[in-house]
């Protein structure tokens, strides 16, 4: 009888033991879920403050002016323009790795991409005229729905900074100086 009282406690303590392994791991489980979703929230409002410095660009875009084919754009413009577009290009290298998704972002960020496609000066100057160095802005815009235009510098030695002439580069070569 005393060897069965034993094994009983054995018992019990070994099943209050795996118990209170399970809830541990499940508490442990639903406290990374938790992080991982804060963490989450935190990287698209970051990401949203990120595009805050662009809000020039973002407000400019959205004027009708940008429609127009024959649209001047000054250097400060063009340098700005850039930089938006650039933050694009990094944001899609995230969704391509898969550290973002796809579905908040288009919430979120498409319509941004709309305005810039919807400027023939930009698309003609960047994505048609210095396409080589926009191919992933191209690929993500194509992957939002948006029809880009082919190439037309296929064939133009890889000198250029991507700025088309009289795009700011004498500016942006000053700054990297």
Do not use: C
Not at 24 to 50: C, D, H, K, Y
Not at 120 to 138: C, H, M, Q, S, Y
């Amino acid at each position: 009888m005393g060897g069965n009282l034993v094994n009983n406690a054995v018992l019990i303590i070994s099943v209050v033991a795996y118990l209170s392994g399970v809830a541990g791991f499940l508490v442990a489980f639903r406290q990374l879920r938790t992080n991982a979703q804060t963490n989450t929230a935190s990287f698209w409002l970051n990401l949203r403050s990120m595009f805050g410095e662009h809000e020039g660009v973002h407000q400019s875009l959205q004027d009708t002016s940008w429609r127009d084919v024959d649209r001047q754009v000054s250097d400060a413009e063009a340098i700005a323009i850039v930089a938006y577009m650039g933050m694009f290009e990094l944001v899609y290298k995230m969704l391509r790795r898969r550290l973002i998704d796809w579905e908040t972002f288009k919430d979120i960020f498409a319509y941004r991409v709309l305005l810039v496609m919807n400027s023939p000066a930009i698309v003609k100057a960047t994505l048609v005229d210095n396409g080589r160095w926009w191919e992933t802005f191209r690929q993500l815009a194509e992957d939002l729905g948006h029809k880009v235009p082919e190439r037309a510098d296929l064939n133009l030695d890889r000198t250029s900074l991507g700025f088309p002439a009289g795009w700011g580069r004498a500016d942006v070569e000053r700054l990297e100086h």
